[in-house]
T-cell receptor, first 112, second 118 residues
């Protein structure tokens, strides 16, 4: 089983739609969680951290369910510019620091 | 501010040749990471450094791969000899130290090196 699993998609949605991605992780000792965004042929960039209480940043809402070991990302009122690959990232604290493992990403295509 | 700088942007080489990828992290960042990205496997951590010291190299595929960080502003990833299956995008990332002794959780990635081994 992969450490971090995501549905690769693509998710094709019309502009203005609400779309949700889920991600599951296998290591119950995981302590930190993030969503990164990667545009085509570009480097990944941090979108938001994910906290147990859930957190919101504008149109984006992230939630963590530790019991079920999954993370979600909700995008409301999607824009064309939201089209990208969304990477779920899980961190485990080791002796050398916080080791981050990336999922393979979920591709989102927002269409007119 | 300059971000993480990688060179070259693209590298095309023949099987068996030595390849050296270079990275300059953001000044003041204590951690440096090398990742490899392929369609099949996504982003894989190869190795990371803390204050120029290699901490975890368990992701380095085999002895053909080596990484060094001679000082706080420079790191190299070397593949010798290269093979077609090494073709991928190689990203370097850095992160600042955070309170509590953990790594900075926000990674700043370079633009990557697209490597093609023929």
């Amino acid at each position: 089983r992969k450490e971090v699993e995501q549905d690769p998609g693509p998710f094709n949605v019309p502009e203005g739609a609400t779309v949700a991605f889920n991600c599951t992780y296998s290591n119950s000792a995981s302590q930190s969680f993030f969503w990164y965004r990667q545009d085509c042929r570009k480097e990944p960039k941090l979108l938001m951290s994910v906290y147990s209480s859930g957190n919101e940043d504008g149109r984006f809402t992230a939630q963590l369910n530790r019991a079920s070991q999954y993370i979600s990302l909700l995008i409301r009122d999607s824009k064309l510019s939201d089209s990208a690959t969304y990477l779920c990232v899980v961190g485990i604290l080791t002796g050398g620091g916080n080791k981050l493992t990336f999922g393979t990403g979920t591709q989102l295509k927002v269409e007119l | 501010d300059a971000g993480v700088i990688q060179s070259p942007r693209h590298e095309v080489t023949e099987m068996g040749q030595e390849v050296t990828l270079r990275c300059k992290p953001i000044s003041g960042h204590d951690y440096l990471f090398w990742y490899r990205q392929t369609m099949m496997r996504g982003l894989e951590l190869l190795i990371y450094f803390n204050n120029n010291v290699p901490i975890d190299d368990s992701g380095m595929p085999e002895d053909r791969f080596s990484a060094k960080m001679p000082n706080a502003s420079f790191s190299t990833l070397k593949i010798q000899p290269s093979e077609p299956r090494d073709s991928a995008v190689y990203f370097c990332a850095s992160s600042p130290r955070q309170g509590g002794g953990s790594t900075g959780e926000k990674l700043f990635f370079g633009s990557g090196t697209q490597l093609s081994v023929l």
